[in-house]
């Protein structure tokens, strides 16, 4: 079974901070996608990343794939209240006929 | 062009009594999909259909859950009889091969509650 592992689980930070959300496993993904949820709502797409090493920007948001294609980060830059929200990672395996597997989510909180 | 769209958005039942959501995928998308979130955890796929076939069931708990998809485009998930573990969010997705890779769209979810 494919696992992704998101850290950290919480994120309380103050506006204008900066944050990284992680997300790990020790298998090797054909793409991996993060979205946004917010209270109430389904997931958002916000990128998908197909390459080892691929970097995605996307306004104050920076999305990487590893090398290795087994994790991926997003780094926020200067949060905003509006930032809040859940934040999931996942990926599509190999030979997986596309099963898009979920991480557990990071919970993030931006305060004014 | 609508969205996913899902009904009902909240359900409270009691438990041992049986409940189904709707969802109507966008409009030209050959692949539906049934996920249940839990509180504060990430979505975990129930069934996939590829058009009115599902192809991957393997998480569906079939001895109370069931669900079709009739002409390929609409679909429900059933539950009978609903037990208080089943309380969730209920989401359904689709998405269009060909449009990127697995670019999945979610409707707003059916939160269900039992008690």
């Known amino acids: 079974t494919q696992l992704l592992e998101q850290s950290p689980q919480f994120l309380s930070i103050q506006e204008g901070e900066n944050l990284t959300v992680y997300c790990n496993s020790s298998s090797v993904f054909s793409s991996l996608q993060w979205y946004r949820q917010e209270p109430g709502e389904g997931p958002v797409l916000l990128v998908t990343?197909?390459?080892?090493?691929e970097v995605k920007k996307l306004k104050r948001l920076t999305f990487q794939f590893g090398d290795a294609r087994k994790d991926s980060s997003l780094h926020i830059t200067a949060a905003q209240t509006g930032d809040t929200g859940l934040y999931l990672c996942a990926g599509v395996g190999y030979n997986q006929g596309g099963k898009l597997i979920f991480g557990q989510g990071t919970e993030l909180s931006v305060k004014p | 062009e609508a969205g996913v769209v899902q009904s009902p958005r909240y359900k409270i039942i009691e438990k041992k009594q049986p409940v189904a959501f709707w969802c109507n995928p966008i409009?030209?998308?050959?692949?539906l999909y049934w996920y249940r979130q839990n509180l504060g955890q990430g979505p975990e796929l129930l069934i996939r259909?590829?058009?009115?076939?599902?192809?991957?069931d393997s998480q569906l708990p079939k001895d109370r859950f069931s669900a079709e998809r009739l002409k390929g485009v609409d679909s429900t998930l059933k539950i009978q009889p609903a037990e208080l573990g089943d309380s969730a969010v209920y989401l359904c997705?689709?998405?269009?091969?060909?449009?990127?890779?697995?670019?999945?769209?979610f409707g707003e979810g059916s939160w269900l509650t039992v008690v």
């Open positions: 259909y590829e058009n009115e076939e599902a192809v991957d």
């Open positions: 409009s030209g998308h050959n692949t």
């Open positions: 990343v197909v390459t080892g090493g």
């Open positions: 997705a689709s998405s269009k091969p060909g449009q990127g890779r697995n670019t999945i769209y």
